[in-house]
């Protein structure tokens, strides 16, 4: 994983495309869609053409196929056990994509058609690594969303931004302090498709921003059965600022962030018309396409000649919102002055609106000093609106009840879908297997089944489970020394510390992964904390841990970088740092890594201030184990056997609470964790914590799914 060859294979040059021998002909439409990235043996056939080359190309298939020798080809194309894979994995593609029965107990809202689809807009999309348009938790889920509303048949497609730069790259400098890097990324080397107009040139879709029509061309991606189409004002017909209107993915000012989401919005309506598109519901996951309403609201007073509010009425009942965030602060705002730059007079001549009555939609109380928010503006212009987990629900209610002062905050109309995750993304191959065998071939089809898991898991043997656990962890301890081995060459470390990444971590040693985001109530200080009783607990003579951490600082946030500093120096410390690991630039791939071969996972959020978190539902699904602060999800998923919790439900001071739950932390760790794991039975297997591996499956992969999560928005919500 050297960067610079990744940076040089990126080229941007136009890539021709080759002819592929008649054996391996199907890898390229098998490349067109992201079906490949969660089919069993989907991902493996494309490292397996070249493994070095996957990796350099970031898990991009496209790009593989452009750059694989000759050679290489000549020789894989003749092998005929490859060549039968192809085949196989081939025949599983047509099948699932020509599938056209919606999977059992799915009751469909009769309405919701390939004609009338649920509409679902979200600012980021997370459905691969190699297509890099995601900065977290909020695009994962996105694309975890797609890929099980594809499984479960569910007519829907998406409607995104494609930027130009993506999230960035985190580097660090020699001293620690965390970098960022653009890097470009070309159209021609994803498979995105270009969606053109009936004289086959690009579509464009025009929206006036700042007094000026700013064209976006629309690309769409292939997830399984549903289109994922993504907006581009990268057109040679705007000038160089409105090109960079979908530039970067968060990295912009308050205006660009403005201009974006004008974009993806009214944008998004009007690429919907384009293509003749009529949804039957609109989803808004997060307030950045809440602009969207207006725009509905628009083309009903145009075509009906209705006034705002009947139009408004209509609109309402078409349209569902989903919050992500539990801080006033996290809630997308604007000053007026700046809406009334992006929209000039467009409310007064679209909507017929009076300044006055269009500031009001996105204020609380409608004072004129209150910033326009796209929460109050969703708020008020959705049926329907949810939190993404119970306790966030609840949150939301009494953050919001300042919108229905009438109401009491129980009676708030704020309800909550908790977030899954999409289990054959998650899951380890090995691990894939094992339930083959034990709940059935047909188990992702199951997999929000409850009765099929506990009756499956049953099934599973200790030795196997600890056995395939065993493998995955041992290519975890090989991720570690790669990457460490490699970053510390890259940034000049000396030659003795870059050595000692060749034999650092032990597959034998209790291993915890701590891989999210570097932001405040995400509490990375609170691990080290108490330094002296972590350095005991790492170098314990018979029951060592070790610690595996990833995560990103936000480019403004100096104090988060600081936090990230003080960890990476720290690990650099001769006692312990053959035990700890920080791996550069978390992303999908990275955290597919770690969830598929830690034995625990830590969470230690502030609470309530996790509004669900994903990444512990993508360690259940491979075995590993919760260590939590009882927030989000973990709060409804922990019953007290199938995983270990941090702190008790207290209210008390930010203050107190920190010191509660860091001693907390380390209490049960050392009480707990660390004897569960290393307490042996005759045959050397740790059974406790084997059963606790098991209930934890039982439990938590079905509740936790997103196939239940999208089935729950279908029943419920859409
Ligand atoms: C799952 C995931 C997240 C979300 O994790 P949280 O538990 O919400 O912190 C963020 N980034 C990546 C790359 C992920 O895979």
Known sequence: MTPDIKTDLRTGASLTVRELPPTLAPLRELSWNYWWSWAPDGAEVFRDLDPNLWQQCEQNPRLLLTQISDLRLAQIATDPSFADRVQQLYRRFTEYMSDQKPWPKLPLAAQISKQNPVAYFCAEFGVHNSLPLYSGGLGILAGDHLKSASDL??????????????????????????????????????????????????????????????????????????????????????SEVDRLVTGHLYGGDRETRLVQEMMLGLGGVRLLEALGVDPFVFHLNEGHSAFLTLELARQLIEKDGVTFNEAMNRVRERCVFTTHTPVAAGHDAFDASLVEKGFGDWPQRALGLSREEFFKLGRVSGEQAETFGLTPLALRTCRSTNGVSRKHGEVSRALWQKMWPDKQTSEVPITSVTNGVHPATWVAPLLRRVYEQCIGEDWIERARDAGAWSYGVEKISNSKLWESHSLLKQQLVAFVRDHSFDARLARGESEEHIEAARTMFNPDILTIGFARRVAGY????????????LSKLINDRSRPVQFVFSGKAHPQDEGAKAVLQELIDWQRDPSIRQRVAFIEDYDQEIARQLVQGVDVWMNVPRRPQEASGTSGEKIAINGGLNFSVLDGWWLEGYDGDNGFAIGDLSEVSDTEMDQEDSESMYRVLAEEVVPRFYDRDEQGMPSRWIAMMKRSIETLVPRFSSDRMVAEYVERIY
């Open 153 to 238: 048949n569910l007519p829907l497609m998406a409607i995104g931004l494609f930027y130009r730069f993506g999230y960035f790259r985190q580097r660090l400098s020699r001293d620690d302090w965390q970098e960022e890097e653009y890097r470009e990324n070309h159209t021609d080397e994803l498979a995105l498709h270009s969606v053109d107009d009936e004289q086959g040139k690009p579509l464009l879709i025009q929206v006036v921003m700042r007094g000026r029509a700013v064209s976006a061309r629309v690309w769409r991606a292939d997830v399984g059965r549903v289109q994922l189409y993504l907006l581009d004002t990268n057109v040679a017909e705007n």
């Open 522 to 533: 995400k509490r990375w200080d609170l691990l080290l904390s108490d330094r002296e009783r």
